[in-house]
C-alpha cells in the first residue's frame, strides 16, 4: 500500500514516515520545507518539494496514485494564526480543500486529518471527550474546526473514509522551537543554551503527548476501518510551571525564569480523555511525560 504524508519532512511528519516505512508502506512525501528539514528523513521514500496550494501537487496524486493520505501539513501557531489569519485559512483550510479533492478524483482508499485539542476552546470540565461543545478561540484553531468539517462532507457526499485525528500538545525529538506548539522544545533549547527564560502564565495546563505515540495513532488510523473524529492524547493534566521545572530537573540546569501575562488566544485547560481511541482505533499512549521528555533532551544533547 502506498501512504502520501503531508508535511512529511516536518517534526511529527518525519516520525510518522518512520512507523509507516517500519511496517513496509511504500512512502510518498509531500513538503514544501518551509519548517520541514530533508535531514528528518532517513528512511527509503520519495519526495516531492511541493506546497499543499501548489498547482503541481495534482501532477504527484497523477503520478503516484496513493492509496492513502495523511494530512499533517499546516500553519500551527496559534499567535501567527491571530497576526496573519489570511495565511492561516489559504494553508489550513484552502490547503485541505484541495488535498480532498484530489483525494476524491484519484479514489483514495482513505484519508487522516491531523486536527487539535484548540478547536475545544476553554473546556468546563476535564478531561474532554469527542462530543465536547467546540469553541475556537484563534483562527488557527477556527481554521483546524473547518477542515474538519471539509473533511466530514466529503466522506458524506463522496464516500471518502476519513479519520480526524485531535492531537493534544505534542512534543519529542525534531521539534522547531516556535511557538506554543514547540513549549518543550523551547525550554530544553534555552536551557541547554543557557538562555533567559520566559513563561507567558505559567498556571495554564496541557496535555503533552510523545510524538513517537502520535506516529503510532496515524498508523493504526489508516489501518483501522473505523472513521471519525478521536483524541490523541495522554490524558494527563500538566501546567506550564511544572513542565519548566520537570525540564529543569532532567537537564540538571536551575534557571529562574521571567514571568508574562498569558497571552491573547491562549487556552486555560486543556485534557484530552483518549477512550475513544483506544476502543475504536486500538491505540494507546505508551510514554509518560517523565520518559518522554528524557528521550527528547537526550535528542537534543545528542
Known sequence: MKVLITGGAGFIGSHVVEECLSQNYEVVVVDNFS??????????????????????????????????VIHLAAQASVMKSIENPLIDCEINILGTVRLLEYARIYRV??????SSAAVYGNPKE?????????????????????????????????????????????????????????????????????????IYGGQQTRDFIYVKDVAKACLRAIESPATGIFNISSCSETSIDDL????????????????????????QKSVLGNKKATKELGWKSMHSLHDGLRETILSYRK
Open 35 to 68: 519548517s520541514g528539514n530533508i535531514e528528518n528523513l532517513t528512511g527509503n521514500c520519495k519526495v516531492y518539494q511541493v506546497d499543499i496550494n501548489d498547482e503541481h501537487l495534482k501532477n504527484v496524486f497523477e503520478i503516484e496514485k496513493p492509496d492513502m
Open 126 to 198: 476535564i478531561p474532554i471527550d469527542e462530543k465536547f461543545p467546540l469553541n475556537p478561540l484563534s483562527f488557527y484553531s477556527l481554521s483546524k474546526w473547518s477542515s474538519e468539517r471539509y473533511a466530514q462532507l466529503y466522506e458524506s457526499l463522496y464516500g471518502i473514509p476519513c479519520c480526524i485525528l485531535r492531537f493534544s500538545n505534542v512534543y519529542g525529538p525534531r521539534q522547531n522551537p516556535q511557538g506554543e506548539a514547540g513549549v518543550v522544545s523551547i525550554f530544553i533549547n534555552q536551557l541547554l543554551n543557557h538562555e533567559e527564560m520566559a
Open 244 to 267: 519548566f521545572t520537570m525540564t529543569s530537573l532532567l537537564t540538571g540546569i536551575s534557571v529562574k525564569p521571567l514571568k508574562y501575562p498569558l497571552r491573547q488566544g491562549e487556552i
Open 109 to 114: 482508499k482513505k484519508m487522516v486529518l491531523a
